[in-house]
């Protein structure tokens, strides 16, 4: 009994992300502290009549930047465009959408196709988006920029100091797939190619959340490990 509650309670806090561990967690945690505080700090001085001088998307742009820095959706561009295209977008709809329902709703599916197409698709996005038409009543009156402003600023504090904290993470930021230093490179010969990757990726009709190179990269690393095990079998 006791050794079932301890395989269950393993399970419980087993990482849901492929490759997480405590140490990345705890190393992300800090992280995210550090990114607000920082943003928050220089916002709250450069904007100490704004409301707000820090916004709620920035919380959840940390999580990706700090918890998963190797993310397609964490990488700069996808921070600072999805984030200010998507606020941009809100306020347009809010001006023209008097329906507070219709304009939340026009708001946050036209920034996921926008962000889709300028490449810097990034999920608080949908949030900046949203925050726009909740603060309609405000951006009505003229005071866009309240919330135009902060997020912007936010954004590009947020990426620079994950970009300064990543340089001694032992993360590279902006992220590049690059194969692990001292370690056996894969053959040219283990005979996957990138069309092989992408076919398999139509087969199987969903998105991922992991760039195709890492794939290919993972992919390698992978068969290399395989072909070890086979030979010490």
Known sequence: ???ALSTTTYRIFVPLLAGASLRDRAI?????????????????ALFPAATPWIVAPIGASAVLLFAVPASPLAQPWSIIGGNGVSAIFGILVTGFVPQPELAAALAVGGAILIMSLLRCLHPPGGAAA????????SLQSGHAAHLLLPILANSLLLVGAGWLFHRFSGHSYPHRAKPVEGKAVVPAASGLLMADIDAALDDLGETFDISREDLALLLDRAELHAEARGKGA
């Open 1 to 3: 009994m006791f050794q």
């Open 130 to 137: 949203l925050s726009a038409v909740i603060g309609g009543h």
């Open 28 to 44: 992300g945690s800090i992280g995210a502290l550090i990114g607000i505080a920082a943003a928050g700090a220089v916002c709250l």
